[in-house]
């Protein structure tokens, strides 16, 4: 994967993005987005509500750090293991891409003794980085309530910072699966999810940069709660197609999202085409 990718500078130098390497410097750059499924072990999702408030930070400069996020386990299942090796693996492409500057150290987490990886996006870009950028709507569902939105003065929603929520609905009789828009609500630690992913760097002084990954789109895939799990219930990290989100998508095999039962398949990093091979 890393032979594949390049490193690309965003907000005059302030970001750095994981995108596809391109032929040539003219090329516009396009992120890469990654998909891992896991289950839930903990989120901070929308809507942001009035009995929260206190989220919300007194200096209006910091209400730029809210962010949504989702923290996911495989339980120690390998596949999933080898997920958080790939992230490490971009970690470190972005950490020799910046040799001699500052990249803050970057590790997965634990969660009940196993491997566990977390996902974030920040509702909010600043203004001066907005030129050109598409809107996304904050009052549809990260801000129903217009509990951030009188605080905003030098912020703007785009929409690099939604993130979508779907839903697997399969069809046991035709072994076809679809998917439905969901509010965010009603995603709930224990379930079985595959997270629309990407890689950035933020630069936060002179010299010092923080490792960011970051959410694009969460679809549920099973509500039922697992207390066990077999090699066959996760995939690992894969590459997508270049859209975020599961629109038009009606088929037994949708955008790659296998159904959980599906014998797994495995990363194969050093090919873009992510060659599979059976586990």
């Not at 989120?43 to 007194?58: E, F, G, K, M, Y």
């Not at 974030?120 to 600043?126: D, I, K, M």
């Not at 980085?129 to 309530?145: I, K, R, T, Y």
């Not at 995603?187 to 694009?216: C, N, S, W």
Request: aromatic share 6%; hydrophobic share 40%.
């Amino acid at each position: 994967m890393v032979d594949h990718t390049e490193i690309a500078e965003q907000q005059a130098g302030r970001t750095l993005v994981l995108i596809h390497h391109r032929a040539d410097a003219a090329t516009p750059p396009e992120e890469l987005v990654l998909r891992v499924q896991g289950f839930l072990v903990d989120t901070s999702l929308p809507p942001l509500r009035r009995d929260q408030c206190v989220l919300i930070p007194a200096n209006t400069h910091r209400i730029i750090d809210l962010k949504q996020s989702v923290t996911i386990t495989g339980l120690g299942v390998e596949p999933f293991d080898d997920a958080g090796a790939a992230v490490l693996a971009v970690y470190n492409q972005f950490s020799a891409h910046l040799k001699g500057h500052h990249l803050r150290t970057w590790q997965p987490e634990r969660a009940n003794a196993h491997l566990s990886l977390t996902f974030g996006n920040r509702y909010l870009t600043p203004v001066k980085f907005a030129d050109g950028e598409p809107h996304g709507d904050l009052s549809e569902v990260v801000d129903p309530f217009n509990v951030l939105r009188p605080h905003l003065s030098s912020q703007v929603h785009l929409q690099e910072n939604v993130v979508e929520y779907w839903e697997c609905q399969a069809h046991t009789c035709s072994q076809r699966s679809s998917f439905k828009r969901i509010k965010p609500d009603t995603i709930m630690p224990g379930t079985m999810v595959e997270l629309q992913v990407a890689f950035t760097v933020a630069k936060l002084g002179r010299h010092d940069y923080i490792f960011l990954p970051k959410l694009h789109a969460i679809c549920i895939l099973s509500r039922v709660v697992h207390t066990i799990l077999s090699t066959r219930n996760i995939s690992p990290l894969k590459k997508m197609k270049r859209k975020v989100g599961y629109d038009n998508d009606d088929k037994e095999n949708v955008n790659g999202v296998e159904a959980p039962q599906r014998q797994l398949k495995r990363l194969t990093l050093a090919d873009d085409r992510m060659e599979v091979s059976k586990a």
